[in-house]
């Protein structure tokens, strides 16, 4: 089992900037790739990007393409998604998902077995 935890999200205003971290524990060797995922209220769940296992393969939703930076650090078993120029509408809950097979930069929920519950972004405009 790999037991996954978000942390770094929180208030703030347009134009700024957040990391988020997500850190791994457990059978971590089984981990390969990982993605983060957003939801926001009263909407379905959304890719946002993923990364494999040894970082060299990224995939970013068009959204945040050229906004937010996918990266990890597998010595210290922490995913990162710096964001930047953050808009109202990246408000949501961020949650991060490990894959224990696919190691491509999938942006299908149903790639990912573990997941996090999430750290809550809010964008002020």
């Known amino acids: 089992q790999v037991q996954l935890v978000e942390s770094g999200g929180g208030l703030v205003q347009a134009g700024g900037s957040l990391s988020l971290s997500c850190a791994a524990s457990g059978h971590t060797s089984s981990m390969y790739a990982v993605g983060w995922f957003r939801q926001a209220p009263g909407k379905e769940r959304e890719f946002v990007a993923a990364i494999n296992r040894s970082g060299g393969a990224k995939y970013y939703a068009d959204s945040i393409k050229g906004r937010f930076t996918i990266a990890r650090d597998n010595a210290k078993r922490v995913v990162y998604l710096q964001m930047n120029g953050l808009k109202p509408e990246d408000t949501a809950v961020y949650s991060c998902?490990?894959?224990?097979?696919?190691?491509?930069?999938?942006?299908?929920?149903?790639?990912?077995?573990?997941w996090g519950l999430g750290t809550q972004v809010t964008v002020s405009s």
């Open positions: 998902a490990a894959s224990n097979g696919i190691d491509y930069p999938s942006s299908m929920v149903s790639s990912y077995k573990y």
